[in-house]
């Protein structure tokens, strides 16, 4: 049976089962880093040859070193006080449940069993006595219970559980690199994938960009990414100064390579992004392919625009004084924004908010809450509402 089965299987239908892009984000390794009989040496170890993993800078790191740095959070000092601390932790959890184990629950157990069965055989005899019974089992438990309970609060009074120590990233002014950590944050830095504290990188790039969207005039309600400003395969590193926060539309017109799969899986209530794909002719034989383009759900309101206008308090180009959201209005597809002080006016087309809002403030002039990066609106031109005939 065996070799009927291994003669049926076809790794290739296998294969095409499996989400790749995900497979590799997931393992956080991009493809075609890894190298074999490279002559070149490992940056953290100096040795020269055997197989390991190209960083995006070029470098070489030996496999070894490699799952070592994989499992490394911290620099060295906050690391070994990590790992010390799992280890007391982990003792310190299989002393308490040893000590459960051995309470008197398996004779409390037998002895609820045994006052059941003598209930049972009672019952023909004297109601009154299995009563007394079930009730004298019931009782002695209970104050087994609380004598367990007792014993355990004056265990954990006398080895309380182990504190965490305060521990410091890489990327935090606080940390104190030693000269092999330098060694390791540039491995970390140039990680062929997402690095091992991606999360806490996040979570730095977001509260320092104040939680939204870096595109001036933004007020998207999307979930948020972070973007590498200089690309990964060009050698950008993982590190705050090199990261942005955006949107998930304003991070799918970026050109870099990668960003495409963006649009296969973005849809919301306000629009969906959709991916190219081969549709069938209505009148006529044959097919076409749909490029990817934007599907609009949901337009920005005059509401929108007004938001945008007192967080960001824009200011009219042409003489400086500030503009009134309440004097947005709609005409037809345009909002039009009128200065109060002279005869300009500010007209955006009205689309998505995450369109017409930023477009309003690249006419304008922010004084507030400005942004730290620009919309690749060519981006979006090229890919929008556009069909390519196949023939």
Known sequence: ??????????????????????????????????????????V????????GLRLNDGAFVCA?????IRRTEYPERYEAQRRQHIAELHAWTTARLALARAGPWPQLAGLA???????????????????????????????????QQRRMDAWAAEFPQPSAPELVHFHDSRAELTSRDRLILRVLDHWPGYPPYWK????????????????????????????????????????????????????????????ERIWTRLQTRYFTLVREHERRN????????????????????????????????????ACGIALDGAAVSLMGVW???????????????RELAEESCPRLAEGTRPTAALGTWQARWDVLTDRKDAMRVRT
Not at 17 to 39: F, P, Q, T, Y
Not at 224 to 245: D, K, M, W
Not at 335 to 349: H, I, R
């Open 1 to 42: 049976m065996s070799a009927v089965w291994h003669r049926n299987f076809v790794p290739k239908a296998l294969l095409a089962s499996v989400d790749v892009g995900a497979l590799l984000d997931r393992c956080g390794v991009e493809a075609g880093s890894e190298v074999a009989g490279i002559a070149s040496p490992c």
């Open 44 to 51: 953290v170890c100096g040795r020269a040859g055997g197989s």
């Open 64 to 68: 070894p070193c490699f799952d070592e």
């Open 113 to 147: 069993s045994a006052g059941i069965v003598v209930a049972v055989v009672l019952i023909w005899v004297k109601l009154a006595a299995a009563l007394a019974v079930g009730a004298l089992s019931v009782a002695t438990h209970l104050i087994a219970e609380r004598r």
């Open 200 to 259: 806490y990188l996040r979570d730095v790039v977001l509260q320092r960009d104040g939680g939204r969207c870096q595109v001036t005039g933004c007020p998207s309600r999307l979930e948020l990414h972070v973007h590498h400003r200089q690309a990964v395969s060009l050698g950008g590193r993982h590190a705050p100064e090199n990261l942005v926060t955006l949107c998930e539309f304003h991070h799918a017109i970026e050109p870099e390579p990668g960003h």
């Open 282 to 317: 209505r009148a006529t034989a044959g097919a076409h392919v749909v490029r990817p383009h934007v599907r609009r759900l949901e337009l920005a309101s005059t509401a929108d625009i007004a938001t945008v206008v007192a967080a960001h308090q824009l200011a009219c180009a």
């Open 335 to 349: 909002f039009v924004v009128p200065c109060p002080a002279c005869d300009q006016t500010v007209e955006v087309l």
